[in-house]
């Protein structure tokens, strides 16, 4: 069946461009996540939606970071004015429900590259 | 805030042989611990979890058992074959939570044949 799905898979911007990136979490999952995956580490959380509402945006590291999931399905991370430092991999996840218990799944994520 | 630290953080073993990933976290609140598998260009996929009110779950090849005085949880994988070549990681989740998790660094665990 389909999971979760990320566009685009790869990404190079030039720093200081503003980049968008989709998930388009299971259909029917309430919550969604956003992490971000730097090389050789682990992910760590960044935002989380429970259908349009976003509840948690404490790790969004800067005022550049925002996310939004207006209709709750398919969310979007917008990064504007990129750094170098936003070089990463970006990780969406969803679940059938919020809670600490329900099984988060992910997509593929896409590798963000900032020259 | 919770901080969960992973060992080691490079494991090779030959196949057949068994592995062990160890975990330790901080936060006394944290009551859910998952492992998730990472294969290269793909996103994390979950193999096992327990809650804390369990010791120890089992999946054919893969267990992993929690002390909750110790703060410390563990992954062990028996009779490894090469498609368990991965990284793993281990995570943490607190109570009554929306249920963001915490993760470690990761170990890349290698088998060879």
């Known amino acids: 069946g389909a999971g979760v799905s990320q566009s685009p898979r790869y990404k190079v911007a030039k720093r200081g461009q503003d980049v968008a990136l989709r998930c388009d979490p299971i259909?029917?999952?309430?919550?969604l996540f956003w992490y971000q995956q730097a090389l050789g580490q682990g992910p760590e959380f960044l935002t989380y939606?429970?259908?349009?509402?976003?509840?948690?945006k404490s790790g969004l590291p800067s005022d550049r970071f925002f996310a939004e999931r207006p209709e709750g399905s398919v969310s979007t991370l917008k990064i504007q004015r990129t750094q170098q430092e936003d070089s990463a991999v970006y990780l969406c996840?969803?679940?059938?429900?919020?809670?600490?218990?329900?099984?988060?799944?992910f997509g593929p994520g896409t590798r963000l590259t900032v020259l | 805030g919770e901080n969960v630290e992973q060992h080691p953080s490079t494991l090779s073993v030959q196949e057949g042989d068994s592995a062990v990933i160890k975990c330790t976290y901080s936060?006394?609140?944290?009551?859910?611990f998952p492992w998730y598998k990472q294969e290269l260009g793909k996103g994390p996929q979950l193999i096992i979890d327990?809650?804390?009110?369990?010791g120890e779950k089992k999946d054919q090849r893969i267990a992993v058992t929690l002390n909750k005085t110790a703060k410390h949880f563990s992954l062990h994988i028996t009779e490894t074959q090469p498609e368990d070549s991965a990284v793993y990681f281990c995570?943490?989740?607190?109570?009554?939570?929306?249920?963001?998790?915490?993760f470690g660094k990761g170990t890349k665990l290698s088998v060879k044949p």
């Open positions: 259909s029917g999952h309430v919550s």
């Open positions: 936060d006394s609140a944290s009551n859910y």
């Open positions: 939606f429970q259908n349009e509402a976003q509840l948690d």
């Open positions: 327990i809650r804390s009110n369990v």
């Open positions: 996840a969803s679940s059938i429900a919020g809670g600490t218990y329900n099984e988060q799944f």
């Open positions: 995570a943490a989740s607190k109570r009554r939570s929306q249920g963001n998790l915490i």
